[in-house]
């Protein structure tokens, strides 16, 4: 019985949810639909006009999906078949569908009837009983569903065998308390306007479900084996505990998070938004950068050849409220407060760091069968390098204490003025990880990787001018460095880092702003796993599918995946968009992976 509740359920969610990858102009009754939802639900999905939205996702798709399939056909051919009428008569396709869902998990559908006692009337396979319910039982059809007048030009949908949860729904969409009056004039705007819109009410999902989470994490943190890691074990056993806290604090301050998805024949956009509850610590943190920058100026530094490049507008506000609430985490889950001395220093050097900072940075990044295994490169404005220089020492000192004290024995070596170039002073960071991969047991398979993917340890190149200080880590990194000093910092973004930033900062998510190429990504780590072959234990026999990820920088890739953010008034949003051309580059990846791992399979019968 569990088992067909939850098949019913499922099929009421795909049959609806078909168009949630939608666009197209919104009714006037949106608004009125809007206003019907409960102020406590715990989460709704509605799709804006439900035949142009399928029609632009279409758009998108094409040329794109391996499988050519129209959604809008699908999703015609599906409501056909639960209504029993391929004209689908009474049904406003041009309406908007939602689907809702209340704090005792009951979920139902609102969806667009024209006129809903014609519709029971004139539908063969309708019966409506007397409490007002009709079941719509079409031949053929894989389930029966119940229904009921809302009002305002909508029906509440549900399976039959959920008909007795009718009744609760309608009287919660019936009541005085609406959702308009827990999301922002804002997150309403964009409710009735985006193509398609989710909401999630984090605020009681917390509270219905964070003593589960808590139980399975500490749970987790019992079962966890420890004793084989080595001296990594009391460091593992600190993370679980801080992962822990760190859950409590900013989950237990979420309020709600919203989602929107745009697609046209070029791009998918898809728009997440976490609002913080008001007064909390969590909004506290989340606000405007006072001093951000119309434009970036550090395009020249980015590494169009790496996987992954980034501008950030550096918020100190909002930095120095974060990193001083990591520190009362730390504290939190230090049980005997040995380490209170020590954090309190950081905190010190932290904000005195900060305080040095000028407004920018830059980033670029990649894996690679190097080691270590990753490229690295930043750039980073500076206003007072004085400070900077001065903090340098005691900071990496201080973070030896830190690391120690957490039960991770790391030795920091930091040697400053090895060198200059073109009057940038250069300093090496070396992180010598002997004493962490150090081991009773010479097979100890974490030793052993470690020791194959970092060696004993970890190099940084720092190199500091008047007013900029940069990091490079990886193959050659000091002839990257200079490299970088030689650049120029306005020098325009080209290809596809260009694209990204363009996408971005059209529609205002500019504090930060990141291209990803899937291609180059999904390409350096298989250059990683090849350095990885070996590698094996008896938990895992067999070695890693390497060849599967060779051959995929061959792949033509002129675009990227664009990501950026913006920060004010207690709500962190991100965008990412999608471009249809890195779609397809990407499927030409998929394809070549399946295609060597079938041939794989049959070499190896």
């Keep these: 019985m569990k088992t067909m509740k939850l098949k019913t359920r499922r099929m009421l969610i795909i049959t609806c949810l078909m168009a949630v990858f939608a666009a197209g102009p919104v009714q006037a009754a949106d608004d009125a639909l809007l206003g019907m939802l409960p102020e406590d639900a715990l989460f709704c999905v509605r799709i804006n006009d439900l035949n142009a939205?399928?029609?632009?996702?279409?758009?998108?798709?094409?040329?794109?999906?391996?499988?050519?399939?129209?959604?809008?056909?699908?999703?015609?051919?599906?409501?056909?078949?639960?209504?029993?009428?391929?004209?689908?008569?009474?049904?406003?396709?041009?309406?908007?569908?939602?689907?809702?869902?209340?704090?005792?998990?009951?979920?139902?559908?609102?969806?667009?009837?024209?006129d809903f006692p014609e519709f029971v009337k004139n539908n063969p396979n309708c019966n409506e009983g007397t409490d007002g319910i009709a079941v719509l039982s079409a031949q053929g059809a894989m389930m029966s569903f119940a229904m009921v007048n809302a009002g305002q030009g909508y029906a509440i949908v549900v399976p039959e065998s959920e008909k007795a949860k009718l009744a609760a729904l309608k009287a919660a969409l019936s009541a005085d308390s609406s959702l308009t009056k827990r999301i922002s004039a804002a997150q309403a705007k964009e409710a009735v306007t985006a193509p398609a819109w989710a909401y999630i009410n984090t605020a009681a999902l917390y509270?219905?479900?964070?003593?589960?989470?808590?139980?399975?994490?500490?749970?987790?943190?019992?079962?966890?084996?420890?004793?084989?890691?080595?001296?990594?074990?009391?460091?593992?056993?600190m993370y679980f505990k801080m992962y822990a806290e760190t859950f409590k604090t900013f989950a237990g301050d979420a309020d709600s998070v919203t989602i929107a998805i745009t697609p046209d024949a070029a791009n998918l956009a898809l728009d997440v938004s976490l609002k913080a509850k008001d007064g909390s610590e969590t909004a506290q943190m989340l606000v405007s950068n006072p001093k951000a920058e119309d434009d970036?100026?550090?395009t020249g530094y980015l590494n169009s050849d790496l996987a992954i490049n980034g501008l950030v507008k550096m918020n100190q506000p909002s930095l120095q409220r974060m990193y001083d609430k990591f520190f009362d985490i730390l504290d939190a889950i230090d049980d005997e407060k040995t380490?209170?001395?020590t954090l309190e220093k950081m905190k010190e050097i932290t904000e005195k760091s900060l305080a040095a900072m000028g407004s920018e940075a830059a980033f670029s990044f990649s894996y690679s069968g190097n080691q270590p295994p990753f490229t690295l490169t930043e750039v980073v404005a500076v206003k007072d390098m004085a400070t900077i220089k001065e903090l340098m020492n005691d900071s990496w000192s201080m973070a030896g204490d830190f690391y120690?004290?957490?039960?991770?024995?790391?030795?920091?070596?930091?040697?400053?003025?090895?060198s200059t170039y073109k009057g940038a002073t250069i300093d090496t960071i070396s992180i010598d990880m002997t004493a962490m991969i150090k081991s009773d047991d010479p097979n100890n398979p974490m030793t052993k990787a470690i020791e194959q993917i970092y060696g004993d340890s970890l190099t940084y190149i720092f190199a500091h001018d008047k007013n900029k200080y940069y990091v490079t880590m990886g193959g050659d990194a000091e002839a990257v460095v200079k490299k970088l000093i030689d650049q120029e910092a306005s020098a325009p973004a080209t290809g596809e880092v260009k694209a990204?930033?363009?996408?971005?900062?059209?529609?205002?998510?500019?504090d930060f702003a990141?291209?990803?190429?899937?291609?180059?990504?999904?390409?350096?780590?298989?250059?990683?796993?090849?350095?990885?072959?070996g590698l094996q234990s008896s938990d895992c026999p067999q070695p890693m599918p390497t060849e599967l990820f060779s051959g995929l920088g061959s792949i033509p890739t002129q675009s990227s995946l664009a990501m950026g953010g913006q920060i004010s008034d207690g709500q962190i949003s991100l965008r990412t968009v999608l471009p249809k051309q890195h779609l397809m580059e990407v499927m030409a990846a998929v394809m070549q992976i399946q295609q060597k791992a079938m041939q794989g399979g049959m070499q190896q019968q």
């Design 53 to 114: 939205t399928l029609g632009k996702m279409d758009a998108y798709l094409t040329g794109a999906s391996p499988v050519p399939v129209s959604l809008a056909m699908l999703a015609n051919m599906q409501l056909a078949g639960v209504v029993g009428d391929p004209m689908m008569t009474g049904i406003d396709m041009s309406g908007t569908f939602t689907v809702v869902g209340l704090p005792d998990m009951t979920v139902g559908l609102l969806a667009p009837i024209t």
């Design 296 to 298: 970036y100026t550090f």
């Design 404 to 418: 120690a004290e957490m039960g991770l024995p790391l030795t920091f070596d930091y040697q400053a003025a090895t």
């Design 500 to 510: 990204a930033i363009d996408l971005l900062q059209k529609g205002g998510y500019n």
């Design 514 to 533: 990141c291209s990803i190429n899937i291609i180059k990504l999904l390409s350096g780590l298989g250059d990683m796993m090849k350095n990885m072959e």
């Design 339 to 341: 380490q209170s001395e």
């Design 207 to 237: 509270q219905q479900f964070s003593p589960m989470v808590l139980s399975q994490m500490d749970m987790a943190q019992q079962n966890m084996p420890t004793n084989e890691l080595g001296k990594m074990g009391d460091f593992v056993k």
